[in-house]
């Protein structure tokens, strides 16, 4: 398969995407080999994808070549891919810009993969109210696409209902839905489950109900899936015009498992050795070349549209940064991260009180748009154990993803729309709206400037303002330096909040901020009350002090995950912070005191203590996931979750039991491989065996 690394001829592609993927089935549950091959199988089409890419074609046999090689390298976590899929995705959802049709599946299930629940049920919605079938079917199977457990079994459910899918449809989705390796045994327990009913369906057809068979069975490769099968067909005499299938159900699992005996430790062995032959694996940890010290950046965001600038810069910001850093090996080279940033050469400068030996650095840079990467030459190596700061200017966006520096906004009880600017830089966005040394080991020290248009009336950090000042229309807000910390639990917001406060008995004050109809109406208080509480309880319990002055609360309209732990500005999805006495229930009350307990438990776990790597995620969350329920307990007893946790947290092992299921630890390399742990086995597993 080598030579095809070179290859430019679409003929001999086909019989060898056909082969690995059929490979990949076999190997995708010995997490290690498959990781190699993902990385074996992205370089030998590398070329052909920068070749095709995403572009124009009219060849009928160059089309399905880079549909197939965009398909493996998305499924395969190529950052390019993904992102670029993403694009296309949302110009679609924002813009009504059409997909062109021959990326649509790959759109789809590359959004699903990758994406959060909230775009997993804004797909869904979209493919129910659509008319046009095919549409809705290759909707349906982008949707299949997800890692959530929860959510396929929703899918089934969805399938299944003659209102949503056609009952000619009905099995062939199932078919799709299988390919997934987490749903395999969902797929085959709908089967079972449901047999007599499909008997009496499809019994009549030729075709339907065997091809169902086929694809519900042909991927699984177990002694155990073997014997169910069995006792299934010796239970159920009468399987119909399936039969056969059945009988090719036995055969298939015999040789899956006699082709797994003799062939996995064979290509897992060749798989090691090829790779550490060659060079173009691709390495996403920066160099240990460089130590940052220190980041003193200046943001000006644009929010929104304004007389006061030109529309081009609405939702842009203007950066500029001092990032200090230490020569830990001599080189000529300073690498560190930055995504979707202009750079601005002409300001690139550098200066040292140690190195008096005249070090300058080019006006230019490279990018590696795999790694994020940017790279800029020096006129000789730096002196080790010198130190050195890093002067630049940049432009960046506010997006409408919810990742890096974005937008969010709300509209009042007078129908007015109001902006927010806000971050969220777990677990590689923080090179999104700076230039960092993106990685949890290499901490450092931040502080902010913020220079906010008067029209919004605050700006937040992980720390306190240290000052202010009036320059014309803008209010520029200087905050104090933090402690050392990993780039991803940098936050800032800005906004038009309102504010409420507390203070705790050792003197730190507790915040909550949020929507100003929200905060007015009460809304804000409980978690006021269970932040202040639950930190008194945490520094008693872990002897250790809270190590700032104080924890600020923010609830966002627009936010991926339940809450995010930025040490000192922890920023909530509303509904994990705000709770109305009068509308919300009893669990809406419990979930914002287990989210704001979790989040405060990572002050110490995670921020003071921080692993070096995400492979170690699971020490974060699962002591987190503990912690919390200590805190909870504290501040409400009388809710019995100390006795009720385990029935609780019990339903991961279920997941658990897949094959599709993952170790608590293992090694990841790339952000969408950092992005597959936060799952319920780095959470609720761990938290189990804590």
């Given at each position: 398969t080598k030579y095809l690394v070179n290859e430019e001829d679409s003929l001999p592609f086909v019989p060898a995407f056909t082969g690995l993927n059929t490979i990949a089935t076999y190997i995708e549950s010995d997490f290690e080999t498959f990781d190699n091959f993902k990385i074996f199988y992205k370089n030998l089409i590398q070329n052909t994808y920068k070749k095709l890419g995403w572009k124009e074609l009219n060849d009928a046999n160059e089309i399905n070549l880079q549909i197939s090689t965009i398909g493996v390298m998305c499924s395969y976590g190529l950052v390019d891919c993904i992102q670029y899929a993403k694009s296309i995705y949302q110009e679609w959802i924002e813009n009504n810009k059409p997909i062109p049709p021959n990326f649509k599946s790959t759109i789809y299930s590359t959004i699903i993969k990758y994406g959060d629940e909230k775009e997993w049920f804004k797909l869904l919605e979209i493919a129910q109210k659509t008319t046009d079938n095919s549409e809705k079917l290759r909707m349906f199977r982008g949707l299949a696409a997800t890692k959530?457990?929860?959510?396929?079994?929703?899918?089934?459910?969805?399938?299944?209902?003659?209102?949503?899918?056609?009952?000619?449809?009905?099995?062939?989705?199932?078919?799709?839905?299988?390919?997934?390796?987490?749903?395999?045994?969902?797929?085959?327990?709908?089967?079972?489950?449901?047999?007599?009913?499909?008997?009496?369906?499809?019994?009549?057809?030729?075709?339907?109900?065997?091809?169902?068979?086929?694809?519900?069975?042909?991927?699984?490769?177990?002694n155990y899936d073997l014997e169910r099968i069995r006792q299934f067909m010796r239970k159920n005499s009468n399987?119909?015009?399936?039969?056969?299938?059945?009988?090719?159900?036995?055969?298939?699992?015999?040789?899956?498992?006699?082709?797994?005996?003799?062939?996995?430790?064979?290509?897992?062995?060749?798989?090691?050795?090829?790779?550490?032959?060659?060079?173009?694996?691709?390495?996403?940890?920066?160099?240990?070349?460089?130590?940052?010290?220190?980041?003193?950046?200046?943001?000006?965001?644009?929010?929104g549209t304004n007389e006061t600038w030109d529309n081009d810069k609405s939702f842009t910001f203007d950066g500029e940064i001092a990032i200090n850093f230490t020569c830990n090996i001599s080189t000529n080279k300073i690498v560190f991260h930055a995504l979707d940033l202009e750079l601005h050469t002409e300001s690139f400068t550098i200066t040292s009180n140690d190195d008096k030996t005249g070090l300058n650095i080019e006006k230019r840079y490279t990018e590696d748009k795999v790694t994020n990467f940017i790279t800029i030459n020096m006129?000789?190596?730096?002196?080790?154990?010198?130190?050195?700061?890093?002067?630049?200017?940049?432009?960046?966006?506010?997006?409408?993803?919810?990742y890096g520096f974005y937008r969010s906004s709300y509209i009042d009880k007078n129908g007015n729309t109001f902006y927010l600017a806000t971050t969220q830089f777990q677990p590689t966005d923080a090179r999104r709206a700076f230039p960092c040394f993106d990685e949890p080991a290499m901490k450092a020290n931040f502080k902010l400037t913020m220079k906010r248009h008067q029209n919004f009336t605050s700006s937040l950090f992980n720390t306190p303002i240290v000052k202010n000042q009036t320059e014309g229309d803008w209010i520029i807000d200087e905050f104090d330096w933090t402690p050392k910390m990993s780039t991803y639990l940098v936050a800032f917001v800005v906004s038009n909040f309102?504010?409420?406060?507390?203070?705790?008995?050792?003197?730190?004050?507790?915040?909550?901020?949020?929507?100003?109809?929200?905060?007015?109406?009460?809304?804000?208080?409980?978690?006021?009350?269970?932040a202040k509480n639950i930190i008194e309880f945490f520094e008693n319990y872990f002897d250790v002090e809270y190590p700032l002055e104080k924890s600020t609360q923010v609830a966002v309209p627009d936010f991926s995950a339940g809450a995010m732990e930025n040490w000192g500005l922890v920023i909530y999805r509303e509904n994990a912070l705000l709770f109305n006495e009068k509308n919300d229930t009893i669990n809406d009350k419990k979930r914002v005191s287990s989210v704001v307990s979790h989040e405060l438990a990572h002050q110490w776990f995670g921020n003071l203590v921080t692993p070096a790597w995400w492979n170690d995620l699971w020490l974060n969350e699962g002591f987190a996931s503990?912690?919390?329920?200590?805190?909870?307990?504290?501040?409400?007893?009388?809710?019995?979750?100390?006795?009720?946790?385990?029935?609780?947290?019990?339903?991961?092992?279920?997941?658990?039991?897949?094959?599709?299921?993952?170790?608590?630890?293992?090694?990841?390399?790339?952000?969408?491989e950092i992005n597959s742990l936060f799952d319920e086995i780095s959470y609720d597993k761990v938290f189990l065996f804590i």
């Open positions: 959530d457990y929860n959510l396929i079994k929703l899918l089934i459910s969805k399938v299944s209902d003659p209102n949503v899918i056609r009952n000619q449809d009905k099995l062939s989705l199932m078919g799709s839905i299988a390919s997934n390796s987490i749903s395999r045994k969902l797929v085959y327990d709908y089967l079972e489950e449901n047999w007599n009913q499909l008997l009496e369906e499809f019994g009549s057809l030729s075709f339907t109900l065997p091809n169902f068979v086929d694809a519900a069975t042909s991927r699984l490769s177990s399987l119909g015009v399936a039969t056969e299938a059945f009988n090719r159900a036995l055969e298939n699992i015999n040789s899956n498992i006699r082709w797994l005996n003799k062939n996995v430790l064979q290509i897992k062995t060749w798989l090691s050795q090829e790779l550490a032959d060659q060079s173009t694996e691709t390495n996403f940890r920066l160099p240990k070349n460089l130590i940052p010290n220190s980041y003193h950046f200046k943001i000006q965001p644009y929010i006129n000789k190596p730096c002196m080790q154990n010198a130190q050195y700061i890093l002067n630049m200017k940049y432009k960046g966006l506010i997006g409408s993803n919810l309102n504010l409420i406060r507390n203070e705790t008995s050792t003197n730190i004050n507790i915040e909550v901020l949020g929507r100003p109809e929200a905060i007015d109406n009460g809304d804000g208080h409980f978690a006021l009350n269970e503990w912690v919390e329920y200590l805190g909870m307990n504290f501040t409400h007893p009388e809710w019995r979750d100390l006795e009720y946790f385990f029935v609780q947290k019990l339903s991961v092992m279920e997941l658990d039991s897949l094959e599709s299921s993952h170790p608590v630890k293992f090694e990841v390399n790339d952000p969408n």
